[in-house]
């Protein structure tokens, strides 16, 4: 599950390393419109509202303005988001747009520069420029840097020779420095983000996320149709976490993010709540009911049929994107009451356009009633390590009658058992928390005939933004560091079976917790032990078949190990092989997932 909180989309898996690239959504001549950039030498900097802007969506230039009498390199310099990585094996790809505001008779160049904090220069370039330009021009270079910084303490930066242009004034908007992407598509993903959740070999991605759709007010809500086309055709949001989206990751990314990764989407539209707790009016829902329809449209829509997916063909992918499942809101457990009749107009008509698509509700299930009645409900939960292990049977009681449930959001967040978002709260998953969480893993594979997907939540965390913990997976400027968290959903998601088989239950509140899947010719047996001492078991498999070899990959540590920045490598997967039969014995560590893969002939 994605959240844009964090700096996980901007400053994370959407690859741009320019902070405030756009002067989106800031307040002109103020300091605060300046973030990330800074003056070099004698230059005056200052963000504007340009009285020709870029585009419509980007009123906002930066204006430099070069004294007179100057001299040496003047200029500019972004540093990035805490940090730009700088690799001699990538070659990165800078563009901005300038202008002049009024003739003049300059003629010289501009350089631009990948440079260390003090003011060593790994990579640079050299575009001139001229005085007669008045009229927004794009400037596009290659940076290949001659070295390799341990430090991300590093800048981009633009000069010109302060002598040449003593007196001079240019404007500049839509910055942009990009280093390659996973699988090098445009506007794309960071490399070793992405890689490693495609190590995880995830089957669903959940967008645009949580309460980024909502808004913190009407306003501010998240409209696919201001994040798709050209980037400055783009306004950006001020997010529902308190800082600017720029929506470079919009949704034609987010489809592409899940066919690159071989994931299904599960899309969420915007259902008329905001976080200020506003709902919109039963009789003046018709316009936002439309704008669902056309999000639908531009990513599975008939081009020849339907204006949103005939963009979506110019954009350049004419063929629908696969979709099965689309969310109606988020969280609206907040406000059930104009759920009820939001829920009924939203579904009413989305079903009638789109009858093969499935719905999912994000009220309580069941509570209140809805008409009609869904068959979809995502469910969300962050407790304490002892609630996951205790809620293994949580589905065991629900009732099979065609309802199907995805739970949404669950993580162990604290251990706080009066207040779990109180004192307390994990910085970074441990052992107790991923080993409860797998308990209750176990469980929700026990009731796969009606839990049909489940996503920890949130996905990742910039360790420079601690607005919400923990995360799966952290990162900064130029490393990633996986959970315990992630390898065990990892070893659950690489480790699924075909078929659930019948086994002995697990003890209600004990330690230990299992659960027993077969895929082809191999029993997957899966075992979270949750208490503090090592437990034996016995295992007793059919006589019927052979059983030849056996592995057990194994995560464990002490109750509060975990992997962050100062121990990335804490608590690792060990796979060794194991003795099996018709009977034996395994010995599952205290606090541990485990997994055993037995071969069957």
Not at 169 to 178: E, G, N, V
């Amino acid at each position: 599950m994605f959240e844009a909180s964090k700096q996980s989309g901007d400053g994370g898996i959407y690859a741009e390393l320019l902070q405030n690239r756009a002067f989106q959504q800031v307040v002109p001549n103020t300091a605060a419109a300046l973030y990330a950039w800074a003056p070099i030498n004698s230059a005056s900097i200052n963000v504007i509202t340009d009285p020709i802007p870029l585009s419509n969506a980007l009123p906002n230039s930066l204006k430099l303005t070069i004294p007179s009498g100057t001299s040496g390199n003047v200029g500019f310099g972004n540093e990035g988001y805490w940090g730009i990585n700088v690799n001699s094996s990538w070659t990165y790809e800078a563009s901005f747009y300038y202008k002049f505001p009024g003739a003049s008779s300059f003629s010289g160049n501009l350089i631009i520069m990948l440079q260390s904090s003090t003011g060593t220069v790994y990579a640079s370039a050299s575009v001139h420029v001229s005085g007669s330009t008045t009229t927004w021009t794009q400037v596009l270079v290659s940076l290949s840097p001659t070295s390799s910084p341990a430090s991300t303490a590093n800048n981009f930066t633009v000069t010109v020779d302060g002598a040449s242009a003593s007196g001079e004034t240019i404007h500049f908007a839509m910055f942009s420095l990009f280093p390659p992407t996973f699988k090098g598509r445009a506007n794309g993903l960071r490399m070793d983000l992405a890689q490693t959740l495609y190590d995880m070999k995830p089957s669903f991605f959940r967008l645009p996320g949580g309460n980024n759709l909502e808004g913190q007010s009407f306003s501010s809500r998240w409209q696919w149709n201001a994040t798709v086309g050209n980037l400055i055709d783009r306004p950006g949001r001020m997010g529902d976490w308190e800082y600017i989206n720029t929506d470079g990751l919009g949704l034609l990314e987010y489809m592409y993010l899940c066919e690159d990764m071989e994931m299904q989407p599960i899309m969420a539209v915007w259902a008329g709540y905001s976080l200020d707790e506003y709902s919109i009016p039963e009789d003046e829902l018709a316009p936002y009911i439309q704008q669902a329809i056309d999000q639908i449209n531009f990513v599975i829509g008939d081009p020849a049929a339907s204006e949103p997916a005939a963009l979506r063909a110019s954009l350049g992918h004419p063929e629908p994107f696969p979709l099965q499942y689309v969310e109606i809101g988020n969280e609206d457990f907040f406000a059930s009451e104009s759920y009820i009749y939001r829920w009924r107009y939203f579904a009413g008509n989305l079903s009638a356009v789109f009858p093969h698509l499935k719905l999912i509700a994000t009220s309580y299930p069941f509570n209140p009633v809805l008409d009609p009645i869904p068959k979809h409900y995502d469910n969300h939960v962050y407790q304490t390590p002892g609630w996951f292990a205790e809620n293994s049977f949580y589905y065991d009681s629900f009732e099979r009658n065609g309802t199907y449930y995805f739970e949404g959001e669950y993580a162990a967040v604290s251990t706080n058992t009066s207040d779990v978002f109180g004192d307390g709260g994990l910085v970074y998953p441990d052992m107790q928390g991923s080993s409860g969480e797998a308990a209750f893993m176990t469980g929700l594979e026990r009731n796969s005939d009606i839990v049909f997907a489940a996503s920890y939540a949130p996905l990742l965390m910039n360790v420079a933004q601690y607005q919400w913990t923990p995360n799966l997976v952290s990162f900064d400027a130029s490393q990633v560091y996986p959970s315990t968290s992630f390898y065990t959903q990892q070893l659950f998601s690489v480790n699924r079976g075909t078929e659930y088989l019948p086994s002995t239950l697990p003890t209600v509140n004990g330690t230990l917790y299992w659960s027993v899947t077969r895929d082809k010719s191999t029993v997957i047996i899966k075992i979270a032990n949750t208490g503090m001492a090592a437990e034996q078991m016995i295992f007793e498999l059919p006589s019927i078949s052979v059983y030849s070899t056996g592995t057990a990959t194994v995560l464990s540590g002490s109750a509060t190990s975990s992997n962050s920045p100062e121990t990335p490598n804490a608590v690792m997967p060990v796979t060794s092989q194991i003795k099996i039969g018709e009977s034996f014995s395994y010995t599952a560590p205290a606090y541990s997932v485990n997994v055993l893969r037995v071969k069957v002939q």
